[in-house]
């Protein structure tokens, strides 16, 4: 029998690196929604994003990362963390999604809140990063409130887990316009309680 070293045992391994690029115009949000809820003088915001990658290329954001600006005034920031290596750092003005996104889909979770005055109405607007397919407006509902988004159909009453909310859904098609930014009316919120 030989004596052998440590040096002489090994494996053999095949590494492949599959082909990445900063352009993110193969991205597309199949899913995009904004769910509105309402705690003492405050909105809480809960957005989501099921984010495809049609291209063949793992998109990478590099150091920067992609900012996506939030509503002036937002406090306390939550993002739900993932398996993969998407990252959202909140800055002052919003975040910087970071890490990469392959091919295939992610869903992102993010949430922040807002003041609310002492009106019955509240405004929220802010920017969309990707082509988008889908976007629905989701807001809790009480008698004589109305929800209006800019561009969207009228929203509707829908009923589910013994709560009331009012809906809106706008979809494109490949050679809609882009949807560039979401600007949510709501009327008619009751005071405290």
């Known amino acids: 029998s030989r004596d052998r070293r440590e040096a002489d045992w090994g494996s053999r391994v095949l590494r492949r690196q599959a082909p990445v690029t900063r352009d993110t115009s193969r991205l597309i949000q199949r899913i995009g929604q904004t769910m509105l809820e ?9 957005q989501q994003a099921q984010i495809d990658n049609l291209g063949e290329e793992t998109v990478v954001f590099g150091d920067d990362g992609l900012h996506i600006d939030l509503p002036r005034g937002f406090t306390a920031f939550q993002t739900q963390q993932t398996m993969t290596d998407q990252r959202l750092i909140a800055d002052d003005t919003g975040f910087a999604l970071k890490g ?8 992102l979770t993010w949430a922040f809140d807002l003041p609310m005055d002492a009106d019955a109405d509240v405004h929220v607007r802010f920017p969309v990063p990707f082509r988008t397919w889908r976007y ?18 009228p929203s509707e009453v829908r009923e589910g887990a013994g709560h009331r909310y009012l809906h809106t859904q706008l ?4 050679e809609s316009p882009e949807l560039e930014r979401v600007d949510i009316l709501v009327s008619g919120i009751p005071g405290p309680g």
């Open 100 to 107: 990469s996104l392959p091919p295939g889909r992610v869903a």
């Open 136 to 153: 629905r407006v989701i807001t809790q509902a009480a008698e004589g409130m109305e929800l209006e988004v800019e561009g969207f159909p």
């Open 38 to 46: 309402y705690r003492n003088e405050r909105i809480h915001v809960t």
């Open 171 to 174: 979809e494109r098609e490949p």
